[in-house]
């Protein structure tokens, strides 16, 4: 957290797909947060809703990666 703001940094993306990062404040349900064009290299991602929730947890992907 940075200023009430979660910060995320993805490194080594490969472009193969659209970048999506979802959260969770459970483990079960997940909701998309952010999603980006195909991208190389390095993505920051700043959530300024994580300060709203007691705990959240985050999963990154880039679909259609293998």
Sequence with gaps: MTNGRFRL????????GPVEICASS??????TVFTNPP?????EFI?????NEAQR??????????
Excluded: F
């Design 26 to 31: 459970d483990l079960v349900t997940w909701a």
């Design 9 to 16: 940094r993805l490194l080594g993306l490969a472009g193969a």
């Design 47 to 51: 959530d300024p809703m994580a300060q």
């Design 57 to 66: 947890y985050y999963r990154a992907a880039e679909i259609g990666a293998p």
């Design 39 to 43: 991208l190389v290299g390095t993505l």
